[in-house]
């Protein structure tokens, strides 16, 4: 062999090494989206901002959030769908998006069972039975009695057609055999807001987004949809206290696009998980009514494929229906 094959064989290879380092840039390099597809100041805008500090300090880059609310949160889970798979876009994402409106929505824009790679499970959020203060009940019993003596006069809010709350008060409302109306709201937030007003007497609603409004006594929880009491509000009774074998749980958990590398899944998994079971945060969640159990990709996945079927059965059985 020559000097000059010698020279340009170490040409080629100095110029491959340096062109694959120009390639593997550490991630991050800039800032990354957390998504959240439903408006300021529900659960999941609450538990954005705990999560975001944290999350930003471990990836050594600024986490940005970005509300993108609208069609019971599908649109912010589009969006992030059809994003690039680079991990520099996540969705904050519901049990209701990926596990109940395939069944509802006629064009979501995607397949949320192929077109997301799961992250991880974040947290168990806290139903609660809510009424306003004119409702003469301060137990689930005395409330189906109400809506059995006035039928049709209980006007039931939820999240949104299709919601884990709209589907637990068409359950609540057969098993109990009462009469209610659903009044369904572009969100948790907007819901509560009409509640505490009166405009609407009773609801289902996440703990944590009603749970000073509760104190100050400007509505009552009459019980908890937890299989097991709340640590948060262990004086109110469980629905499965009333109605035996009755719970009724929702969750909420972090997705990326589909085709996100395994290494890109890796490093954003284990940060979120770190962050969502941080001392502080998990102690502010809980506070909230928000119980963490990230868990990783693998039982994210699980739980998705699970609940996609399950909630399939009980849209059937019971008829609901997105109009």
């Not at 168990?124 to 009695?145: G, R, W």
């Not at 709201?185 to 609603?205: E, N, S």
Request: aromatic share 6%; proline share 7%; net charge neutral.
């Amino acid at each position: 062999m020559t000097i000059r094959h010698c020279i340009e064989i170490w040409i080629a290879i100095v110029t491959g090494l340096s062109g694959s380092l120009a390639f593997a840039q550490p991630f991050p390099d800039r800032p990354v989206t957390i998504v959240v597809p439903y408006p300021p100041g529900a659960s999941t805008d609450q538990l954005a901002r705990l999560v975001q500090p944290r999350f930003a300090a471990l990836l050594g880059q600024p986490v940005i959030i970005e509300h993108r609310a609208g069609a019971a949160g599908t649109i912010g889970a589009a969006y992030v769908a059809k994003s690039p798979a680079d991990g520099y876009r996540i969705l904050l994402a519901t049990q209701p998006i990926l596990a109940i409106s395939p069944y509802l929505q006629k064009e979501m824009g995607f397949d949320p069972m192929k077109e997301l790679t799961p992250l991880t499970n974040a947290v168990n959020a806290v139903l609660a039975v809510t009424v306003h203060p004119s409702v003469p009940a301060n137990t689930l019993a005395e409330l189906m009695d109400y809506g059995k003596k006035n039928p049709g006069v209980l006007t039931f809010g939820s999240a949104g057609n299709g919601s884990p709350q709209h589907i637990g008060a068409v359950m609540l409302a057969q098993r109990g055999q009462y009469q209610m109306t659903h009044i369904p709201y572009k969100g948790g937030a907007p819901m509560v807001t009409d509640l505490v007003a009166g405009h609407i007497r009773a609801g289902i609603v996440t703990y944590s987004t009603i749970k000073q409004f509760v104190a100050d006594k400007k509505l009552r929880v009459v019980a908890i949809g937890e299989p097991r009491r709340f640590a948060g509000a262990p004086d109110i009774a469980t629905l499965g206290e009333t109605i035996a074998g009755f719970d009724l749980t929702t969750w909420l958990c972090f997705v990326a696009p589909a085709g996100l590398s395994s290494s890109l899944v890796s490093t954003l998994s284990m940060a979120l998980v770190n962050a969502l079971k941080s001392e502080e945060v998990s102690a502010k969640l809980l506070d909230l009514g928000l119980i963490v159990n990230a868990e990783g990709p693998d039982q994210l996945g699980k739980m998705m494929r699970a609940d996609y079927e399950t909630y399939g059965q009980i849209i059937r059985q019971y008829r609901i229906a997105a109009d």
